[in-house]
């Protein structure tokens, strides 16, 4: 079983419609998560970091589930800019990232 | 604040041959890593560096892989030989020495190699 799994997609989404991803995690253990975007033929970038209590930023809203193991990303009221691969990422705490295959996303106008 | 560098930005060669990678990460930051990125598919770590040290080089191919990090600063991976399914992109991360939620790496723009 994949440490880190996501739905590759690809989402199609129309402008100005939110959209969610989900993400799961194997290791009980890990002690933080973040997500990731990379742009096509771009390096990933942080987007945010996950916190147990949940965290919003702006139109994105990540949640942590450790009962079920398993990590979301919501993106509210989406732009055409948003269309990326998201990519989720665990930290076991020992500064190393396991990533997942990332989630394609694109919104059409 | 400089990013993190790499270079080449592309490289073709045949296989069997030799490639080199070349990074410099973030000033200041402490640990290196290099990821290969398949397409479709996330990065995976190849190795891991804590200044001129190596911490995880687990999934390393050694028979043909090698990085080093002399001077705990700039670092170079090697492929020799190369085989096809070598072909990816190779990504150097830098990260600050932190745990937790605040060990975010920042990535340089990688190298595309394709293995003829």
């Known amino acids: 079983r994949k440490e880190v799994e996501q739905d590759p997609g690809p989402f199609n989404v129309p402008e100005g419609a939110t959209v969610a991803f989900n993400c799961t995690y194997s290791n009980s253990a890990s002690q933080s998560f973040f997500w990731y975007r990379q742009d096509c033929r771009k390096e990933p970038k942080l987007l945010m970091s996950?916190?147990?209590s949940g965290n919003e930023d702006g139109r994105f809203t990540a949640q942590l589930n450790r009962a079920s193991q398993y990590i979301s990303l919501l993106i509210r009221d989406s732009k055409l800019s948003d269309s990326a691969t998201y990519l989720c990422v665990e930290n076991f705490g020992n500064e190393k990232l396991t990533f997942g295959t990332g989630t394609r996303l694109t919104i059409i106008p | 604040e400089a990013g993190v560098a790499q270079s080449p930005r592309y490289k073709i060669i045949e296989k069997r041959q030799s490639v080199a990678f070349w990074c410099n990460p973030i000033s200041g930051h402490a640990t290196l890593y290099w990821y290969q990125q398949i397409l479709g598919q996330g990065p995976k770590l190849l190795i891991q560096f804590q200044n001129n040290g190596v911490v995880d080089d687990s999934q390393l191919p050694k028979d043909r892989f090698s990085a080093e990090r002399l001077k705990g600063v700039d670092s170079t991976l090697k492929i020799q030989p190369a085989k096809l399914e070598d072909s990816a992109v190779y990504l150097c991360?830098?990260?600050?020495?932190?745990?937790?939620?605040?060990?975010?790496?920042?990535f340089g723009a990688g190298t595309r190699l394709s293995v003829l």
């Open positions: 991360a830098s990260s600050l020495r932190e745990w937790g939620a605040k060990n975010i790496q920042y």
């Open positions: 996950v916190y147990s």
